[in-house]
């Protein structure tokens, strides 16, 4: 089968997703107007678009019509899916990652741009229900949209071999970008109210952003600098390694679509996990069970739920373990990519 994506190359997701169904032996086509920061995938035919709207646009049909793909699939419902929309190239399936359709009802200026996407779309896919909510409140036919999720390599994320039931030190883990959305500055905040119970913590705040200089300053001031390490951005191979020292994930985001893909792979990898109550995360962690939910912006019990789950080494085993089964069983990476497999067959022009 021939399938063109429409998919930006700087994002991990469209890279795991292009790279299943190179593997699978499709003839692949990858569009994009950002660069590729994930790296090459052998046997990929990869097509950079330079130029601006409108020439942009040009460009892109061109490709797309001289490729002639028995799938054309765009990823993102913002100027990707527009473009595509415009394109008028069919089969064409839409992904919605979150934002792009959970902000559009709120903005008279992409709300009608969204929806004229949404609309052209044969088949929309999304990885939440409540953003199959936001998409049918657009206007669009439940039975055009499926959930397929992103999915984590459960062979790749894979719990250590072997278990700290004590240990002379114990790290907790954040991976969100250090942008205001993903309020590092509360894990910061909760640090030196670990620190005074536990002083063998460890913070490894992993990732990039506009923050970084302000979080770093925060944390020299109240004193958790020396307890506290920023390892900047983490290449995707090099994450479960990462995963597999730690103790604790956290995630102190304001906002998700479905479930983090950090908060998964952490969960794969066997880990407890204290996480916001935004997105579907109570869906997929339940409080008490998995880990812990806390409420956004709350230092104080974030600390507390840290605490207690370093002080209870069996509890922390216990809920990793069943934090593993619920990604293998619900958000596996190659169950969920035969999804989108079946649903291409579905759909695809005649070879």
Request: proline residues 5%; aromatic residues 10%; charged residues 25%.
């Amino acid at each position: 089968m021939k399938i063109c994506f429409l998919a930006g190359a700087d994002s991990v997701h469209s890279y795991k997703w292009v790279k299943f169904f190179a593997e699978k032996g499709h003839e692949i086509h990858w569009i994009s107007f950002t660069p590729n920061t994930q790296g090459e995938i052998p046997g990929v035919h990869f097509y950079k678009i330079d130029k601006p709207f409108p020439l942009g646009f040009f460009a892109l049909n061109k490709i797309v019509r001289s490729i002639k793909p028995n799938i054309f699939h765009a990823h993102y419902a913002g100027k990707n899916g527009l473009l595509a929309a415009l394109a008028n190239f069919h089969p064409f399936i839409l992904t919605a990652w979150g934002s792009d359709v959970l902000l559009a009802g709120k903005s008279k200026l992409k709300k009608p741009f969204v929806k004229y996407a949404l609309k052209k779309a044969d088949l929309i896919t999304c990885d939440a229900e409540h953003m199959k909510k936001a998409i049918i409140e657009l206007g669009v036919e439940p039975e055009k949209i499926k959930i397929i999720y992103f999915g984590i390599d459960t062979k790749k994320f894979q719990p250590a071999k072997s278990y700290k039931l004590k240990a002379k030190s114990y790290e907790v883990i954040s991976l969100r970008s250090l942008e205001p959305v993903y309020d590092v500055e509360t894990l910061v905040r909760a640090a030196p109210l670990v620190l005074r119970q536990i002083p063998e913590a460890n913070f490894i705040i992993a990732g990039r952003g506009s923050e970084e200089e302000k979080l770093k300053k925060l944390a020299s001031e109240l004193g958790v600098l020396r307890n506290m390490e920023f390892i900047g951005f983490v290449k995707q191979n090099d994450l479960p390694c990462l995963l597999q020292s730690a103790d604790i994930y956290v995630s102190t985001s304001l906002s998700d679509a479905g479930i983090a893909a950090s908060t998964a792979e952490a969960m794969a990898c066997g880990l407890p996990v204290v996480i916001t109550n935004t997105g579907e995360n109570e869906l997929w962690v339940k409080n008490g069970a998995g880990g812990f939910i806390v409420p956004v912006k709350t230092p104080k019990i974030l600390a507390e739920k840290i605490i207690e789950l370093l002080k209870n080494p069996q509890t922390r085993r216990q809920f990793g373990e069943t934090n593993r089964k619920t990604i293998e069983e619900k958000n596996d990476y190659y169950t969920e990519m035969a999804k989108a497999e079946r649903s291409y067959y579905d759909l695809k022009t005649p070879f």
